[in-house]
Nanobody, 124 residues
Framework: QLQLVESGGGLVQPGGSLRLSCAAS????????IAWFRQAPGKEREGVSC????????NYVDSVKGRFTISRDNAKNTVYLQMNSLKPEDTAVYYC?????????????????WGNGTLVTVSS
C-alpha cells in the first residue's frame, strides 16, 4: 500500500521553528516529485514548496521564500519542510503529496498521492 504520513506539526509562537516530516511507505521517493501544500481554515489549498525527483531543484511560494526549506533524504525515504520565522498566517494543515516522475512546480492537479496532513498553529 502506497502511503505518505506527515508528522511534526504543533503549536509554536510567532518567530519560532518547526520541522515537518513526510515519510513514504510502499514505494521509493527517488522517482517522485514531492510537494508540501497547506490549507488554512476557510481558504483553498495552496502549494508551499516542491522538490523535483531528478535534480532536486526546489520551488517555493513567495510568502515562504527565505523562511522555509524543503529537503529530501532518499535513504530514509522521507521529505522534510524546515519552517523558520513562523508567522500567524502560516497556521494551516500541511499536507505532503507525490507524483511519479519529474515536476518543477508540482501543480495540485498533478499530485496523485496525498498524506492526511499535520496541523501547524502559530500563535502567542
Amino acid at each position: 500500500q502506497l502511503q505518505l504520513v506527515e508528522s511534526g506539526g504543533g503549536l509554536v509562537q510567532p518567530g519560532g521553528s518547526l520541522r515537518l516530516s513526510c515519510a513514504a511507505s510502499g514505494f521509493s521517493l527517488d522517482y517522485y516529485a514531492i510537494a508540501w501544500f497547506r490549507q488554512a481554515p476557510g481558504k483553498e489549498r495552496e502549494g508551499v514548496s516542491c522538490t523535483n525527483n531528478r535534480d532536486s531543484r526546489t520551488n517555493y511560494v513567495d510568502s515562504v521564500k527565505g523562511r522555509f526549506t524543503i529537503s529530501r533524504d532518499n535513504a530514509k525515504n522521507t521529505v522534510y519542510l524546515q519552517m523558520n520565522s513562523l508567522k500567524p498566517e502560516d497556521t494551516a494543515v500541511y499536507y505532503c503529496a507525490a507524483t511519479y516522475g519529474s515536476s518543477r512546480y508540482c501543480p495540485i492537479g498533478l499530485m496523485k498521492l496525498w498524506g492526511n496532513g499535520t496541523l501547524v498553529t502559530v500563535s502567542s
